[in-house]
């Protein structure tokens, strides 16, 4: 049983920052990847941004080199650093993990959603 909590989104300006926050508990055996998707009525889901266990890092084209994924050692905490933000970027982005637990049975958990909004 594993739950995520995001938190760090806002109402920001054209041109403004932002930094996402996902803190994970639980008991989890291995991570795989952990990643932000943004969904926003009337688009697709889109992957933004994911880290994996081993460290390496993907990014939509729409967001390189203005969105940032890291994490902490232990992969329990995973953050998306956001500038030069821009009215696009509005969404509600989800944090995600993709997990196995002891059984080596693959799990996927989602955090429930912050909004961002980039608003002039």
């Known amino acids: 049983q594993v739950q995520l909590v995001e938190s760090g989104g806002g109402l920001v300006q054209p041109g403004g920052s932002l930094r996402l926050s996902c803190v994970a508990s639980?008991?989890?055996?291995?991570?795989?990847?952990m990643g932000w998707y943004r969904q926003t009525p009337g688009r697709d889901r889109e992957l933004v941004a994911v880290i994996t266990g081993g460290g390496s890092t993907n990014y939509a084209d729409s967001v390189k080199g203005r969105f940032a994924i890291s994490g902490d050692n232990a992969m329990m905490s995973v953050y998306l650093e956001m500038s030069s933000l821009k009215p696009e970027d509005t969404a509600v982005y989800f944090c995600?993990?993709?997990?196995?637990?002891?059984?080596?049975?693959?799990?996927?958990?989602w955090g429930q959603g912050t909004q961002v909004t980039v608003s002039s």
């Open positions: 639980g008991t989890i055996f291995r991570i795989n990847d």
């Open positions: 995600y993990m993709d997990s196995r637990d002891s059984g080596w049975t693959r799990d996927v958990y």
